[in-house]
C-alpha cells in the first residue's frame, strides 16, 4: 500500500491550501481515508477523515468550518482543502488509510503517506 501526499508549502494567515493524497484503487475503496498533523514537541492528532463511501467526514473541532475533505473515485485521490490558515495549523501533515478501528486514533490506521509541511507564517 502506498501513499503519497503533496501540496504543503508555506503561506500567509488566512491564506489557503490544498493537500492531496493519491491512494491505490483498492486502498482507496476499502478503506477509511484520514488526516492527521504533526507539529514540532506534539503528538500526531487527528484532522479529518472520510468514510469509505465517502458520505461521511469527520474533523476535529479545530479546523471546523476551515478545512474539507473530499475525494475524487476517478483519480483515487483524497484532498484536504485548507482555508483560513492559523499559524497553529503549522505541522507536517499526512494520510492515512484504515480498515477499521476508530476513526480519531492514528493507531486505527495501517497506511501511512510520508507527510507534507505546512507552514503559516503570521
Known amino acids: 500500500v502506498q501513499l503519497q501526499a503533496s501540496g504543503g508549502g508555506l503561506v500567509q494567515a488566512g491564506g489557503s491550501l490544498r493537500l492531496a493524497c493519491a491512494a491505490s484503487?483498492?486502498?482507496?475503496?476499502?478503506?477509511?481515508m484520514g488526516w492527521f498533523r504533526q507539529a514540532p514537541g506534539r503528538e500526531r492528532e487527528f484532522v479529518s477523515a472520510?468514510?469509505?463511501?465517502?458520505?461521511?467526514?469527520y474533523y476535529a473541532d479545530s479546523v471546523l468550518g476551515r478545512f474539507t475533505c473530499s475525494r475524487d473515485n476517478a483519480k483515487n485521490i483524497v484532498y484536504l482543502q485548507m482555508n483560513n490558515l492559523r499559524p497553529e495549523d503549522t505541522a507536517v501533515y499526512y494520510c492515512?488509510?484504515?480498515?477499521?478501528?476508530?476513526?480519531?486514533?492514528?493507531?486505527?490506521?495501517?497506511?501511512w503517506g510520508q507527510g507534507t509541511q505546512v507552514t503559516v507564517s503570521s
Open positions: 484503487r483498492r486502498t482507496f475503496s476499502t478503506s477509511v
Open positions: 472520510l468514510s469509505r463511501s465517502g458520505g461521511i467526514t
Open positions: 492515512a488509510a484504515s480498515e477499521g478501528g476508530d476513526t480519531y486514533l492514528p493507531a486505527s490506521y495501517e497506511h
